[in-house]
């Protein structure tokens, strides 16, 4: 008895969902037209290792702002990887980003947020 009472309220459910107007069942609104543009952001940088110096140049040729910051992790175990404080790079602005460690450097990346 029990599995009859559990089929029909499913059933019962279902002929109700089924019996709805096409309008009112839930659909994604689209707006008829061009899809929006994307918003272009992100400067260009260019990394240099030279020895454990480390240069960054970032361009930024889009009209919104930038946030840039450097990142450095050294080889070496007990040389402290560094993460630089982000600089504003506004529009046609180009900036120069330096870091270092004291023996090798083992990666270098910059990172970006919209400001």
């Excluded at 008895?1 to 089929?7: A, D, K, S, V």
Aim: glycine letters at 6%.
């Amino acid at each position: 008895m029990r599995i009859f009472r559990n089929l029909a309220s499913v059933t019962v459910a279902v002929a109700l969902v089924m019996s709805l107007p096409y309008e009112a069942m839930p659909h994604a609104r689209v707006k008829p037209g061009k899809p929006p543009a994307p918003q272009l952001f992100g400067a260009e940088c260019r990394t240099k290792v030279t020895g454990s110096q480390v240069t960054a140049y970032c361009h930024n040729p889009y009209p919104l702002t930038d946030g840039v910051s450097l990142h450095v992790e050294c080889a070496r175990w007990w040389d402290l990887d560094t993460d630089g404080t982000p600089v504003d790079t506004g529009p046609a602005m180009t900036v120069r980003l330096t870091g270092r460690c004291w023996k090798e450097v083992g990666s270098v990346w910059v990172s970006h947020q919209r400001r």
